[in-house]
């Protein structure tokens, strides 16, 4: 069965950092590109990152730039999201989404999410 | 930036048809794709590719993508289908967007 689980949420001090991981079961993660898209509580999804599946190709939403970075480990079926410089309005539970065989532009698999606070 | 502009709610009645609409610029250009998402659980793919819906999912969701709008239609909605379903689409410029979302209520 096809499995995504974040990790690495937790409190943070604004300025601080933070490293989620993702680890992926059940499909060769070698496969598929990937995505991050964090939702703020009570409101909607937004787009964080993507990475293709070789890493050749990383976008940033301009919230972010500068300040995230996102990298995979094919060997170890694992995706990373370090975060830097942490803002307040950065809290939001993370989840990490695969994005369908091929350039397919839709994520069709989710994690459960991993929680981030942002706070003094 | 691309934008994708949902209405904040639709409401219906069990067994009636529900219409989601996902507003943006030649939207009918571009692949859209519905995921619902129901209160305290992750999103889920409904729809992709406009009209592919996955194996898993029930046949009285269908999507339609033409000119600036596409759309999400629950046939036959049921009180499980209530959730919030966000559209998305992939822009060049700005990769992936999600739309604002829409809240459906089945009673």
């Known amino acids: 069965e096809v499995h995504l689980v974040e990790s690495g949420g937790g409190l943070v001090q604004p300025g601080g950092s933070l490293r989620l991981s993702c680890a992926a079961s059940g499909f060769t993660f070698s496969m598929y590109s990937m995505n991050w898209v964090r939702q703020t509580p009570g409101k909607g999804l937004q787009w964080v990152s993507y990475i293709f599946r070789s890493s050749s190709t990383i976008h940033y939403a301009d919230s972010v730039k500068g300040r995230f970075t996102i990298s995979r480990d094919n060997d170890k079926n694992a995706l990373y999201l370090q975060m830097d410089s942490l803002r307040p309005e950065d809290t939001a539970v993370y989840y990490c989404?695969?994005?369908?065989?091929?350039?397919?532009?839709?994520?069709?698999?989710w994690g459960k999410g991993t929680t981030v606070t942002v706070s003094s | 930036s691309y934008e994708l502009t949902q209405p904040p709610s639709v409401s219906v009645s069990p067994g009636q048809t529900a219409i989601i609409t996902c507003s943006g610029d030649n939207l009918g250009e571009r692949y859209v794709s519905w995921c619902q998402q129901k209160p305290g659980q992750s999103p889920v793919l409904v729809i992709y590719?406009?009209?592919e819906r996955p194996s898993d999912i029930p046949a009285r969701f269908s999507g339609s993508n033409s000119g600036n709008t596409a759309t999400l239609a629950i046939t036959g909605a049921q009180t499980m289908d209530e959730a919030d379903y966000y559209c998305q689409a992939w822009d060049s410029d700005t990769a992936y967007v999600f739309g604002t979302g829409t809240r459906v209520t089945v009673l």
């Open positions: 989404a695969r994005e369908g065989i091929g350039s397919s532009y839709y994520m069709d698999v």
């Open positions: 590719r406009d009209t």
